[in-house]
């Protein structure tokens, strides 16, 4: 697809690092006029780096930037987006509480002579852009009253149609649903028609291949390949993203990787057909006594809201959940808790208690195990204290602040809860992610004690190594759905990500 | 392990005592001030310093100090209670309703036996705490705007009671308690230390108390753990609003009558006394010895202008002043100790 014509952006050997660590290494990457360019790559490759540094996010960093052949140098995304680069973030940013025209016009609304807002002709003009993207809305309804999905589009189509040369779209299809993402790609490329230049990122190697002419691939802060869509396949990307020849130090799980036999101990956790307004639909699984079940699939899936649902923090709309083969409507997290279900959610911050000590932290899920109304500080110290030796949390003091410890150190406080009355059921959600490899050994090796001592447990990850590492039996959630069981099979990154 | 606990510790007391003293900051200004305070006075007027004054003092801080116990916890919650004078107001009025009063007390009450009608206002300042509770926890009201509606609902429950009458007569008990004395001592003193005693004890020993602070100090967090928050906030604005009717009865004795608007100022003594104390307004950090010296700083102050003579109208400005600077050092202080964790 790439005519012989000079790019519209161009960037030459660009290096970016944070704090010693390179992201990005001696990057080329150009961009045509009327070309979608997809973008692939595993968390942390270095895609999103780049695309920062495109939109004025990051301005710091070596090597060339070009716009229409002329060197730039942006200071501030303000900069960007005088120049007609705009980005969509992944996380959504609209104002919830403003109505659909103002989001459309949000910084830039209509005025007449006197300064006043026009709301008739704001509401028009973003009718009639909206309708181009097959939206029909009301503009005067309020934005947080539409589905997520509906969101995500009027923020997509804020930016398409805000003028922007160059728009640079980062996973906008992960909250959406099939024919909302049909309608996006239309749109797309009604806008390369058009002449605009349009990034795609996703981790839907599919939806890449579908809609873009070009494909690039990064690599731990490399590109590693760019070739026309029409020439490659989903398995070569997932290989070029992954890498064979362990670039890696860690473990890699490209080879294949036995599951043991599927166990039939005693199942602690039914759950049926669990659903959750656009999070979640039909989920049906088990998990048994002394096995761990690994959850995998990309960022908005709807593993968190799962997690939650299962700890009585989020209430499903429609299916049900059993413990040890009675239902239970969990009305609080104390419920779920007294019910033998125990959750250390992804947050760290969400779950710990930085300016109490870390004997608190540790006693305060099993307080009433401990005391009926008197504290007892001596026994609280005591169980902390072996925790802690137990789990070679550094530094060995139960009395010091947990905001003094390391990330790591503060990861294993977050499990040190939930040990020593154990539940019947333990979800995990990341329990690796950002942990150095010895901490995250350390973590490996408490779940596979746990799971021997007869524990259920759930990991959900969205890194397969998270979940090849802990994993007995694998289930892959897409797009708030079960897609996947992998048991008593050979499975590897690449199967997991081409299930995904 | 015990040795290596002990070198850490001593190695973390060497990095010097600044650090410790930034972190403790929220503990150490009030007291300062305190201090401070006392000086100035003492220096100030020969009257202020003696025992005969420190009674009076102890004695005008009784019922902010018992209301305060109860407010101690919705803010150690990171919650706000704003119904905490009007419900002392209604409770105070409520135990005068239930008792025969004098025959040109031209009020149409329902006289009780003593024990009865006590019973039955702290029952009515429970509810009225329950209400605020439900409004919290179940509907999710925001707690200063549902408290702020129950300011209203109590005023108005008082203003139905007495009509623009003002009652005397209070069941013995409550008129000793509130305006007697035992070998000297102000019974309302014996019964706010009491209170004061009785909430720290809870707040440091007790089950309950650790969940106030953890739920104040990261609510998420303890909802993670599985502690039930809706049930311990609710549980908070019950305490609070029992503590003001307790303060309400005591207070209707101690000044000897019972009518509309009596409780107005103590809404905000009694929020100066437990933030001037130095308890975080973000919850989770303070406690009962905080809100003592709060009260004692208010006690001396008040008292203090009064011995000093200073314009009265001043006076009020002054207060405002001292509540701001009180104000500005806990956002300060949490500011300090959030770096200090860091």
């Known amino acids: 697809m790439p005519e012989v014509r000079s790019p519209i952006l161009e960037l030459q050997g660009i290096t970016k690092s944070f704090g010693g660590v390179e992201a990005l290494r001696g990057v080329d990457f150009a961009l045509h006029a009327g070309e979608i360019h997809g973008l692939v790559g595993e968390n942390g490759a270095g895609k999103s780096t780049l695309m920062k540094i495109i939109a004025g996010v990051h301005t710091e960093f070596s090597g060339r930037f070009l716009i229409d052949g002329k060197e730039t140098h942006f200071r501030s995304a303000r900069d960007a987006h005088a120049a007609g680069i705009a980005m969509v973030h992944q996380e959504l940013s609209v104002a919830p509480d403003l109505t659909v025209a103002e989001n459309v016009f949000l910084g830039n609304q209509p005025t007449n002579a006197l300064g006043l807002v026009q709301w008739r002709r704001m509401a028009r003009e973003a009718g009639e852009q909206l309708a181009r993207f097959g939206i029909d809305v009301d503009p005067m309804t309020r934005l947080g009253d539409l589905p997520i999905g509906l969101q995500q589009l009027i923020e997509i189509a804020r930016v398409l149609f805000s003028g922007a040369r160059i728009v640079i779209l980062d996973e906008p299809t992960s909250a959406l649903s099939p ?5 996006l790609f239309a749109t797309l490329r009604r806008l390369r028609e058009e002449g605009a230049a349009i990034v795609f990122i996703s981790h839907f190697i599919e939806d890449i291949l579908l809609v873009s002419d070009t494909v690039t691939v990064f690599r731990n802060g490399r590109k590693v390949a760019e070739t026309a869509s029409a020439a490659t396949s989903k398995g070569a990307l997932i290989e070029a993203m992954i890498g064979r020849g362990g670039e890696a130090l860690e473990h890699s799980y490209t080879d294949d990787l036995m599951l043991p036999q599927s166990s039939d101990s005693a199942v602690i956790l039914k759950v049926d057909q669990l659903s959750l307004s656009r999070s979640l639909k039909d989920v049906s699984f088990e998990a048994r006594a002394g096995e761990v079940l690994g959850i995998y699939g990309f960022m908005g899936c709807g593993q968190q809201e799962l997690s939650r649902i299962l700890f009585g923090k989020l209430k499903p709309d429609g299916g049900t959940l059993a413990v040890e083969g009675e239902p239970k409507t969990f009305a609080s997290t104390a419920a779920a808790r007294r019910a033998g279900v125990a959750l250390v959610p992804e947050s760290r911050r969400d779950m710990l208690f930085h300016q109490e000590p870390v004997y608190k932290n540790v006693s305060i899920s099993i307080l009433d195990r401990i005391s009926s109304l008197l504290l007892k500080p001596t026994q609280e110290r005591d169980i902390a204290r072996r925790q802690v030796e137990q ?8 009395g010091l602040d947990l905001g003094m410890l390391s990330g790591g150190n503060q990861q294993k406080v977050a499990l040190a809860k939930w ?16 942990m150095d490899v010895g901490a995250k050994n350390d973590v490996i090796n408490i779940v596979r004690d746990l799971r021997a ?46 299930a995904a | 392990m015990a040795s290596s606990e002990t070198a850490f510790a001593e190695a973390h007391r060497a990095r010097g005592l600044a650090p410790f003293l930034r972190s403790q900051m929220r503990n150490i200004a009030p007291f300062l001030t305190l201090i401070f305070l006392s000086a100035f006075f003492a220096f100030a007027s020969p009257s202020f310093a003696t025992l005969d004054n420190l009674g009076n003092i102890l004695t005008q801080v009784s019922v902010t100090g018992i209301i305060a116990v109860g ?11 704003l119904s905490i004078a009007s419900i002392a107001n209604v409770t105070g009025i409520a135990v005068a309703y239930f008792t025969l009063q004098e025959s040109y007390v031209n009020i149409a009450n329902v006289p ?46 008082s203003a139905l009671l007495v009509r623009g009458q003002i009652a005397y007569k209070v069941p013995g008990l409550i008129t000793t308690l509130g305006s007697g004395s035992v070998s000297g001592i102000p019974w309302i003193v014996i019964v706010a230390a009491i209170m004061l005693l009785g909430g720290h004890l809870v707040l440091t020993y007790t089950r309950f108390g650790r969940y106030v602070y953890m739920v104040g100090g990261n609510r998420e967090a303890a909802e993670y753990s ?17 503590c003001s009717g307790i303060g309400g009865m005591l207070g209707v004795a101690h000044f000897g009558s019972a009518q509309q608007n009596e409780f107005d100022t103590y809404l905000l003594d009694s929020i100066a006394a437990v933030v001037v104390g130095g308890t975080s307004l973000f919850g989770g950090r303070g406690g009962i010895g905080n809100t003592i010296v709060g009260l004692f700083v208010l006690g001396v102050l008040n008292n203090g202008l009064d011995h000093v003579n200073i314009d009265s109208f ?21 500011r300090l100790r959030e770096k200090a964790a860091e």
């Open chain 1, 453 to 498: 001592r007869g524990l259920a447990i759930i990991v959900l990850s969205t890194e397969p190594e998270t979940v090849l590492s802990l994993a007995d039996r694998i289930l892959v959630l897409k797009r708030g759905a079960l897609v996947r069981e992998f048991k008593n099979e050979p499975v590897s990154k690449d199967r997991l990500l081409e």
């Open chain 1, 391 to 398: 789990l070679q949390i550094r530094p060995p003091v139960v």
């Open chain 1, 179 to 183: 024919p909302e993402v049909e309608r």
């Open chain 2, 71 to 81: 407010l101690t916890f919705v803010i150690l919650c990171a919650e706000i209670d």
């Open chain 2, 226 to 242: 599985g502690l039930n928050v809706k049930l311990i906030l609710g549980a908070v604005m019950v305490i609070s609003a029992v």
């Open chain 1, 419 to 434: 040990l020593t009355y154990p539940p019947k059921l333990l979800v995990l959600c990341e329990p690796t992610r950002g």
């Open chain 2, 112 to 157: 009780l036996p003593g024990a009865v009608a006590i019973v039955l206002s702290i029952l009515l300042c429970a509810l009225l705490g329950l209400v605020n509770a439900l409004g919290l926890t179940v509907i999710g009201i925001p707690s200063f705007i549902m408290t702020l509606a129950m300011m209203q609902i109590a005023a108005g429950i």
């Open chain 2, 314 to 334: 001043l006076k009020i400005l002054i207060r405002g002043l001292i509540l701001l600077a009180a104000l500005i050092i806990n956002v300060y202080a949490q």
